[in-house]
């Protein structure tokens, strides 16, 4: 599968799983929203920056994000591995602000405690039928 074809199957999915890795160097998996945009190999993500995963990814940047669609009899998935950025700048904030956004940050896009996690990808597998395919970004 095309690195275009995971993106797109990642920006059709409600939810994203994404792993970091704690400080005695175990993984940790939490569900998230979807993302907020996607750009190129990019993935933004928003969330709190007091989270522990926060503080995870600025002591250590590897991650990996996890997508899946579930039917009735066909299951979809693609994990993506790569690094993760906190951005606490103004203009990243404003980019992947939304209106629904100030029922959790009360002061609004400047809120300290709201920041955007920049996810770029390096590889990827995706699963489907029984079968994985390997992609690089």
Request: aromatic share 14%.
């Amino acid at each position: 599968m095309e690195t275009a074809e995971i993106l797109k199957f990642a920006s059709e999915q409600k939810t994203a799983f994404i792993a970091s890795v704690n400080g005695q160097g175990y993984p940790v998996i939490r569900a998230m929203l979807a993302p907020r945009k996607i750009e190129g190999n990019e993935i933004y993500f928003t969330t709190n920056t007091s989270s522990n995963k926060v503080a995870q990814f600025m002591q250590n940047g590897k991650a990996c994000v996890y997508f899946y669609k579930r039917g009735k009899i066909k299951y979809q998935g693609v994990s993506i591995v790569g690094e993760m950025q906190v951005c606490t700048d103004q203009q990243t904030k404003n980019e992947n602000w939304r209106f629904g956004d100030r029922l959790f940050y009360k002061k609004g896009v400047t809120d300290p405690d709201y920041c955007v996690l920049k996810f770029i990808c390096k590889s990827a597998e995706y699963y489907c039928d029984l079968k994985t395919e390997k992609a690089e970004f």
